[in-house]
């Protein structure tokens, strides 16, 4: 029930575009679950913060992209571009979008740096890991806001 | 926002929650599969728990909300063959996820035993319960299912 009946052809394109938001928010659960357990005093944070920074770079960011050129494909099946006043939905899906694209990646550069100074450090917590892991649960829930945009469709 | 819309929103919500957890299982085995260190195996399936409340609260939204729509909605009825073939893979997708479970648990309980016991050094025997390829293949097979369910909400074969 994941959408009304449509031509086949947009059917591919909005495949694309639901499959990669996804696995999006399937990196994002994964990568933010694993650092607030790194958060844990005395959790093993470098295990955690490497963890999360891995699935942020090879899961999340390509899924990203998938999920965004899966948006251009179906914008342009549905042709949107020739409607004069955008629906607010569609507004809302691509401020979220790209805003989440951009946060997505500041937090994989914080995880990335975060993992390599609590591996250096051998214990204790990085501020850089932290910031990753709040920037990354900020970025779920804008795609959560987008979920509700792109089923509900308000406006 | 009417009542369909709510609906609709909760299944695709669910099917998120589902995939989610399935993307958290899949890195998961991988970052596991080459771990022998008891510590290590054990410190790593913490994160299994969040894919446990996921795949719960996913696999009943989608089957619940998704009859719900199918009776809602005037457009389909539960006897659709597309909804008849989701129906026939969410239980072959439940059948998969039950056998890959115990196979994934079984790991993840011996690495926490091993770790109760004191000791924490490679163990081969973890290192065969981490790499067990019958977990592997019920855990991509349960993925090709759920691509499968996914495929079929969308493009509605028969519709």
Same mark, same amino acid.
């Given at each position: 029930m994941l959408a009304a009946i449509r031509p086949d052809s947009w059917n591919y394109a909005l495949f694309v575009h639901v499959l990669g938001a996804m696995i999006?928010?399937?990196?994002? *659960?994964?990568?933010?679950?694993?650092?607030?357990?790194?958060?844990?005093?005395?959790?093993?944070?470098?295990?955690?913060?490497?963890?999360?920074?891995?699935?942020?770079?090879? *899961?999340?960011?390509?899924?990203?992209?998938?999920?965004?050129?899966?948006?251009?494909?179906?914008?342009s099946k549905e042709k949107w571009a020739d409607v004069p006043n955008e629906?607010?939905?569609l507004g809302v899906g691509y401020i979220t979008a790209d805003l989440g694209g951009i946060l997505l990646l500041v937090s994989v550069v914080l995880a990335g740096f975060g993992a390599r100074r609590l591996a250096r450090a051998d214990g204790g917590s990085s501020i850089l890991a932290r910031s990753a892991g709040v920037i990354a649960l900020v970025v779920l829930a804008l795609y959560l806001v987008a979920l509700w945009a792109m089923t509900a469709k308000p406006g | 926002m009417s009542g369909h819309d709510w609906l609709l929103f909760l299944h695709v919500l669910s099917a998120f929650a589902l995939v989610a957890a399935l993307v958290l299982y899949?890195?998961?085995?991988?970052?596991?599969?080459?771990?022998?260190?008891?510590?290590?195996v054990a410190r790593l399936f913490r994160i299994s728990k969040m894919g446990d409340v996921l795949i719960a609260v996913g696999s009943i939204g989608v089957l619940v909300f998704g009859?719900?729509?199918?009776?809602?909605?005037?457009?389909?009825?539960v006897w659709d063959g597309w909804v008849i073939a989701a129906l026939v893979l969410w239980l072959v997708m439940g059948a998969l996820g039950s056998r890959t479970g115990k196979i994934y648990n079984a790991a993840r309980d011996r690495a926490r035993s091993l770790v109760r016991e004191g000791n924490n050094s490679p163990n081969a025997e973890l290192r065969a319960l981490v790499q067990d390829r019958r977990g592997l293949w019920f855990?991509?097979?349960?993925?090709?299912?759920?691509l499968l369910l996914l495929i079929d909400m969308i493009f509605k074969p028969g519709a």
């Open positions: 999006l928010v399937g990196a994002l *659960v994964t990568a933010g679950t694993a650092q607030v357990l790194s958060w844990r005093p005395g959790g093993d944070a470098g295990a955690y913060a490497r963890l999360a920074f891995r699935t942020l770079l090879f *899961v999340g960011v390509p899924a990203w992209f998938v999920m965004r050129i899966g948006a251009e494909w179906i914008y629906p607010d939905w | 899949t890195v998961l085995i991988a970052v596991v599969w080459n771990k022998d260190v008891p510590t290590d009859i719900w729509l199918a009776i809602e909605d005037d457009r389909y009825k855990h991509t097979s349960g993925v090709i299912v759920v």
